[in-house]
């Protein structure tokens, strides 16, 4: 299936998967709208990929966990490039530490941003994909969101919400030929592994977010009545 001239939005653009998924699409002839809190990361990429791929690409600065901040971007955005057909999910953060000793406030933190923003940012671009009849949600959760591990409580807690959320909307949307998929992919080589010490061995052997976006496309390119309901991607590297 051609993505060329479809709308895209990506959340967390600015920076490891999403930039790399916005780049991949930008690739295909999709039209981007970027949505994360750095001004100046979104600026530059759509900058680059306006000149590279001659798509159309607007940028809008928003906290996914804020729902206002959520809504008026969005409504920038598709002012600007129209309505959306491809939502990626992606904006996300981390931080890992035992439920005991973990600050209450980073714990609320981490789920506000990864499960609530994925809401908040699903429900405002929803009922437009149903009034079309059409649509694409990926939801990006984690191997977290299926197995907890010792300090990943608040992490684990939001992505197995991640995971909970897309397969009741999968099921609400699908009559809508809306097709939503959870993504969890093991480590991969981005600044949020390293900054949770996640990066180990050979960086090489890692996933790397290009690897990702290579998945989202293939997803996308389906014929639209395959509903990938959940993809996981790791590594051949067993550390
Ligand atoms: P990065 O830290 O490299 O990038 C995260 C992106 O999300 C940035 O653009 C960041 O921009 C944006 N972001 C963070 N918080 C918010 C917020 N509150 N509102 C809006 N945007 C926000 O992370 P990754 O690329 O590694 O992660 C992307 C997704 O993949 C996340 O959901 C993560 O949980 C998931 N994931 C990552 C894995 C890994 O090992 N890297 C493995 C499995 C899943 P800014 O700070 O400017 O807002």
Do not use: C
């Not at 159309?56 to 600065?61: F, G, L, M, Q, T």
């Not at 890992?96 to 973990?102: C, I, R």
């Amino acid at each position: 299936m051609s993505l060329h001239g479809k709308i895209a939005l990506i959340t967390g653009a600015g920076k490891g998967i999403g930039k790399a998924i916005a780049v991949k699409l930008a690739s295909e002839g999709v039209h981007l709208g970027l949505l994360a809190r750095t001004r100046t990361d979104l600026d530059s990429l759509a900058i680059t990929l306006q000149n590279s791929h001659g798509v159309r690409v607007s940028a809008a600065a928003a906290d996914v966990s804020n729902r206002t901040e959520v809504e008026s971007a969005i409504e920038v955005l598709s002012k600007d490039l129209g309505p959306i057909d491809i939502l990626i999910n992606n904006a996300g953060t981390a931080q890992f530490g035992s439920v005991a000793e973990m600050n209450p406030e980073d714990w609320e933190h981490i789920v506000k941003v990864n499960l609530f923003g994925t809401y908040y940012v699903t429900r405002t671009v929803l009922p437009d994909m149903m009034r079309r009849n059409t649509g694409n949600i990926i939801n990006v959760s984690s191997t977290a969101g299926q197995r907890g591990n010792a300090t990943t409580s608040a992490y684990s807690a939001s992505k197995f919400g991640v995971i909970g959320f897309t397969e009741s909307l999968m099921q609400e949307a699908r009559k809508f030929n809306i097709r939503v998929t959870a993504l969890t992919p093991s480590t991969v080589n981005t600044e949020l592994a390293s900054n949770i010490g996640l990066k180990i061995g050979d960086e090489d052997r890692m996933l790397q977010p290009e690897d990702v976006a290579d998945l989202v496309l293939s997803i996308l390119k389906l014929p639209q009545r395959v509903l990938v309901n959940q993809a996981g991607i790791w590594t051949t590297n067993p550390q």
